[in-house]
């Protein structure tokens, strides 16, 4: 089939090895953004099995042939269908925000941890993004006091969207770090910050995404020092400190970490066993 047979009736079973073939997507993707170009529910795969021999209307073929176009430009499945999921969470996404990873869910796997014995914990997620992090630890522990803050407005605006839809109760700021903490501490505090060295190569793959919420100078951690550096005074004496980064910065963060008076310090894997997250406890008796 060549790209000239757009025009032609497609059936959904044509269209979707369309999307394979000319656009070179995974299968899923390809069905999701049919699902989506029909307007139904992105996960009602069943629907496409019943309905393969179906013709598809034009207005919905040409639907769908744009969001090829933009997944096959590299555009997040997520910006597309407006959609991800989360940690067991409907979040709405959109080019505001990053698109969140599967592979955040290590953090806030190891942040519920952390705060297990603690009774109503206070918890900050610093660069909330989507607020994907804050929200799942909220969900997951409805005692928690969550405080979320995004040096862009348009994030915190995401967040709360998605924090009212869900119906969790979450504290927004607009602030740089720890700007809008002032005298606050937290027996918990998380990071996904930007990680990505200025002009890796990878960047080339992320051309949708907030670039403020991937690069953070020559070798990317310029966040994350910061993070750390300024995190005493917010944290109270045994809280922790948990950060996600990039795939060989395990030991720089852990570095980071150790010479500014953390302890425990230790890095957890992604379910691709990539050493994906670094915290370190802060000493109850300095
Ligand atoms: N994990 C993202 C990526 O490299 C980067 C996210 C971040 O910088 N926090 O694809």
């Known amino acids: 089939m060549t790209s000239a047979d757009t025009t032609l009736p497609l059936t959904v079973q044509q269209a979707i090895q369309f999307g394979q073939g000319q656009f070179g997507l995974p299968r899923l993707d390809a069905q999701m953004l049919l699902l989506q170009a029909c307007e139904l529910p992105i996960h009602d795969r069943a629907w496409l099995l019943a309905h393969?021999?179906?013709?598809?209307n034009f207005e919905t073929q040409k639907r769908y042939l744009d969001f090829l176009q933009r997944r096959?430009?590299?555009?997040?499945l997520a910006y597309i269908t407006g959609v991800k999921e989360?940690?067991?969470?409907?979040?709405?996404?959109?080019?505001r925000?990053?698109?969140?990873?599967p592979e955040t869910e290590t953090l806030v796997e190891w942040a519920l941890t952390c705060v297990a014995d603690t009774s109503k914990p206070r918890i900050a997620d610093l660069g909330t993004g989507s607020g994907a992090i804050a929200l799942a630890l909220k969900h997951s522990l409805p005692s928690a006091q969550v405080t979320a803050v995004d040096t862009s407005a348009d994030a915190i605006a995401v967040a709360t969207a998605n924090a009212n839809r869900l119906e969790l109760e979450i504290v927004t700021h607009v602030g740089s770090w720890y700007a809008p903490l002032a005298s606050q501490t937290?027996?918990?505090i998380v990071s996904n910050p930007p990680y990505v060295a200025d002009g890796d190569a990878h960047l080339a793959q992320l051309p949708h995404e907030p670039i403020s919420a991937l690069v953070a100078g020559k070798d990317g951690l310029n966040d994350v020092r910061q993070i750390v550096t300024q995190a005493a005074e917010?944290?109270?004496?045994?809280?922790w400190l948990l950060l996600e980064?990039?795939?060989?910065?395990?030991?720089?963060?852990q570095d980071i970490l150790g010479n500014q008076g953390f302890v425990s310090v230790?890095?957890?894997?992604?379910?691709?066993?990539?050493?994906?997250?670094?915290?370190?406890?802060?000493?109850?008796?300095?």
């Open 52 to 56: 393969s021999d179906e013709v598809l």
């Open 72 to 76: 096959a430009g590299l555009e997040p």
């Open 86 to 95: 989360f940690f067991g969470l409907q979040l709405q996404i959109d080019r």
């Open 97 to 101: 925000v990053l698109d969140p990873r």
């Open 186 to 188: 937290f027996d918990l």
């Open 234 to 239: 917010h944290l109270k004496p045994g809280a």
């Open 245 to 253: 980064h990039g795939f060989d910065q395990a030991q720089a963060v």
């Open 266 to 286: 230790q890095s957890r894997q992604d379910l691709a066993g990539i050493l994906r997250c670094t915290g370190g406890q802060w000493p109850r008796v300095k």
